[in-house]
């Protein structure tokens, strides 16, 4: 079984200051791990994924996430907020046996303060 | 190519009656699968289908929702009679084929509020 755990359910940055939306998850099997973005009355959409290759995985719009096996951690960090980055974004996970069931966490709100 | 389509985008429906929310996968993709998001809470998994086969429906809340895939294209997630705690967004996503390399892609969501 997998899980993750979004620490902060709201973030709020400075537009140009530093992203930091955290994660942690939990895998009995190695995970591969996802970020997801949700826009104002939008689908998913996601923005990065970590499937054991890289540990450090770059994603659209600016956004990066590092997977650090030793903190059970996939923070996803943008280094400067933008007003349109201001979403919600979920973490997820997927074990790395089987067929795909993704499992999500509960969100994280964030805004951008111009 | 075209993404993963919903329909209704949104629906309002009274409680006791029937909803059907609708996906197209995209094309070519066996895995098709049903999430749900209720207000303020986590996207929880519904099931999956592989083709036209129920792989996993542990997420099914209760009887009243049905959910088919025939002919392994689109799918179709019934309610019925809605309730209130039905209300959320429905999002429906889709991928390639087996084993979780494959990206799986969401659709817009279908919103439905039951009043």
């Known amino acids: 079984a997998q899980s993750v755990t979004q620490l902060g359910s709201h973030v709020s940055v400075s537009e140009g200051a530093l992203v930091l939306l955290r994660c942690n998850y939990s895998?009995?099997?190695?995970?591969?791990l996802f970020w997801y973005v949700q826009y104002p009355n939008q689908g998913l959409q996601l923005l990065l994924k970590?499937?054991?290759?890289?540990?450090l995985v770059k994603g659209i719009n600016g956004f990066e996430a590092e997977f650090k096996k030793s903190e059970t951690s996939f923070h996803l960090t943008k280094p400067s907020a933008h007003m349109r980055d201001a979403a919600e974004y979920f973490c997820?996970?997927?074990?790395?046996?089987?067929?795909?069931?993704?499992?999500f966490g509960t969100g994280t709100k964030l805004q951008v303060i111009p | 190519e075209a993404g993963v389509t919903q329909f209704p985008s949104h629906s309002v429906i009274e409680k006791g009656q029937t909803v059907t929310l609708r996906c197209d996968p995209i094309?070519?993709?066996?895995?098709l699968y049903w999430y749900r998001r209720v207000m303020g809470k986590e996207i929880k998994f519904l099931l999956h289908?592989?083709?036209?086969?129920?792989?996993?429906e542990s997420g099914m809340p209760n009887n009243r929702f049905l959910a088919e895939r025939t002919g392994g294209t689109y799918s179709t997630l019934k309610v019925q009679p809605a309730e209130l705690e039905d209300s959320g967004v429905y999002f429906c996503?889709?991928?390639?084929?087996?084993?979780?390399?494959?990206?799986?892609?969401f659709g817009e969501g279908s919103w439905l509020t039951v009043v």
């Open positions: 996503a889709s991928s390639q084929s087996r084993g979780a390399r494959n990206t799986i892609y």
């Open positions: 895998s009995s099997v190695p995970p591969y």
């Open positions: 970590y499937t054991s290759a890289a540990t």
């Open positions: 997820a996970v997927i074990g790395s046996g089987g067929y795909q069931k993704v499992t």
């Open positions: 094309s070519g993709h066996d895995n």
């Open positions: 289908f592989v083709k036209e086969s129920k792989q996993d």
